[in-house]
């Protein structure tokens, strides 16, 4: 399995961006998929993620109504579209797979044994 996250960059504050996550050697019908992001200083929290084969997205409180999370199974890509950008959104974001994670543990980083290598964000102000 790998993972390859892209988009990143600069943008400034209340403007947009478009990540992606090209996955290869897993299907996203056996896999749980989600996206992370670390900031300086700070534990990775996650961000938002789908349980393998669902359509159900779930979202971390930050990203509720800003960021919306997608797949494209005939590209065995996943996108993160994040809209209104903050300051404290800047980190690197990393995206990553399990087949193993129930729903309830899509949050928890420890769970995922598949991490690709992260895109910086930088959201100034």
């Known amino acids: 399995v790998q993972l390859q996250a892209s988009g990143g960059g600069t943008v400034q504050a209340g403007g947009s961006l478009r990540l992606s996550c090209a996955a290869s050697?897993?299907?996203?019908?056996?896999?749980?998929v989600g996206w992370f992001r670390q900031a300086p200083g700070k534990e990775r929290e996650f961000v938002a993620g789908?349980?393998?084969?669902?359509?159900?997205?779930l979202y971390a409180d930050f990203a509720k109504g800003r960021f919306t999370v997608s797949k494209d199974s005939a590209k065995n890509t996943m996108y993160l579209l994040m809209n209104g950008l903050k300051r404290e959104d800047t980190a690197v974001y990393h995206c990553?797979?399990?087949?193993?994670?129930?729903?309830?543990?899509?949050?928890?980083?420890?769970?995922?044994?598949?991490w690709g290598r992260g895109t910086l964000v930088t959201v100034s102000s």
């Open positions: 990553s797979a399990d087949r193993s994670i129930i729903f309830s543990s899509l949050q928890d980083a420890e769970r995922y044994r598949f």
């Open positions: 789908f349980h393998r084969g669902g359509s159900r997205a």
């Open positions: 050697g897993l299907s996203f019908s056996s896999y749980a």
